[in-house]
């Protein structure tokens, strides 16, 4: 199961998670709390080196502000979080040579909208709606609804990140569906910062049920 923390917004939380077992360090270059710029996480990765892989969130980005971004920063991992269309994945994808990754809020049409993105993404972000707001908001949706996700997924040959809301107290409950990723931000933070305690409780649940399945 491949891990990817988002929400990074200080290098201290960059030196933090490129310490952590995650697979992914994502930042935020859209409008947000938790949002930097180009220039900031630049100067982290020259400052602190590169240990992990580098996703950018965005969301409603013009092709040439995601690729003013992508030259700036070493990022393997573009994810759009809006309403970019097919051709915009594809021509991102053509433009940068990285892989592009789409979210999609869970509904009722999520399996449609699966369908849409899956030829043009590299991988499929399934987050929550909460009041209006798509995406950040610690809210996650229902989980018993991940197995006919993960079957979509496998029909339409993509793999599936689930986010939203996961934390130390709920984790537990999504790992035995056993998703091919999980997308953790606020549910790793304390006072607005990554906690180091949060992210070790994390893994260590993570580690067990992998454990428990060999």
Not at 8 to 26: F, P, V, W
Not at 43 to 52: I, L, T, Y
Not at 145 to 164: H, K, M, N, R, T
Request: overall charge neutral; charged content about 25%; proline content about 3%.
């Amino acid at each position: 199961m491949f891990v990817k923390y988002c929400g990074c917004r200080t290098e201290d939380d960059y030196r933090l998670l490129s310490s952590s077992k995650a697979d992914i360090i994502g930042f935020v270059f859209a409008d947000s709390k938790r949002k930097v710029t180009p220039e900031e996480v630049s100067a982290w990765v020259a400052s602190r080196g590169r240990q992990k892989q580098l996703a950018g969130v965005f969301q409603n980005h013009s092709i040439e502000e995601i690729v003013s971004a992508a030259m700036q920063v070493p990022l393997d991992i573009i994810q759009c979080h809006g309403n970019e269309s097919v051709q915009t994945i594809k021509e991102l994808k053509k433009q940068t040579k990285k892989q592009v990754f789409k979210a999609l809020p869970y509904s009722e049409a999520i399996d449609e909208q699966m369908a849409l993105y899956a030829d043009c993404s590299d991988a499929i972000l399934v987050d929550s709606v909460s009041k209006g707001q798509f995406g950040g908001t610690g809210v996650s949706f229902d989980w018993s609804e991940v197995p006919a996700l993960l079957s979509a997924a496998e029909q339409y040959g993509i793999s599936v990140f689930i986010a939203g809301g996961i934390k130390p107290d709920n984790i537990s409950a999504l790992l035995p569906y056993k998703p091919y990723g999980i997308d953790l931000s606020g549910g790793i933070e304390q006072e607005g910062k990554k906690c180091k305690e949060k992210i070790t409780e994390i893994e260590r649940k993570i580690s067990y049920v992998s454990s428990n399945r060999t």
